[in-house]
């Protein structure tokens, strides 16, 4: 089915003209939802957390009416990355793994970046770097993620390195200083995070991110 549908996708992308050249080609919402659908037919999008999820597949789609809703107090920004915060289960993770699957399909068949981005956990990272400091053939090293796109899972989760050092402090300010976009789930709010990592990292989150609140009920339960 996915072969089918990327037959076609060219018809689904539409081609932005800047002056007299062609930039980058955006994917088309039709073609998005419909990705969308195939790979997650399971994800439930309600009456209480519509708003939040089409404001987020807006910014991917890179329309700059993403904040129609509202949904982002700070100011909004198709040039910041993303916070999602808020209650366990209502299905942050599980929309970003859906968005990164999707973008590994569109990058395969057609080239296009636009909505990749690599994935890991501050967890992940800190069993990394433990791991790398037992093994010199590691080639684990954390100046690897100051470049491009980065979705960051579960922040605040993580122990501090050797009980004492803060990586993922380390990681948000490289990343904030090369301006990068950065998109992090967590259950952590902003006040919380800039008391874990400093207010050197807490100041500069209205910057660096489009900051959305997310509650709703566990589907968990």
Known sequence: ???TQFSKIQSGIAEQKKGNNFITPLISKKIFWKLFQENNPEFQITEKNRQIIF????????????NEFGVIKNKAGLEKGLLVYGDYGVGK?????????????ILEH????QLWFPVTSTIHLLNQFYEAQKDNSSNFKLENYYRGKLYL????????????????????????????KTFVTTNENPSAIANRYGNHIGDRLPEMFNIIKWEGKSWRE
Do not use: C, V, W
Not at 98 to 104: A, D, F, I
């Open 110 to 113: 057609t080239g296009n970046t």
């Open 55 to 66: 404001s987020i597949f807006r910014y991917f789609l890179k329309q700059p009416d993403f």
């Open 1 to 3: 089915m996915i072969s």
């Open 93 to 105: 993770s599980m929309l970003f793994d859906t968005l990164h699957k999707l973008g590994r399909i």
């Open 153 to 180: 899972d579960d922040l605040g989760k993580e122990d501090k390195a050797y009980n004492r050092e803060e990586i993922i402090e380390k990681l948000l300010f490289e990343r904030h200083r090369r301006k990068l």
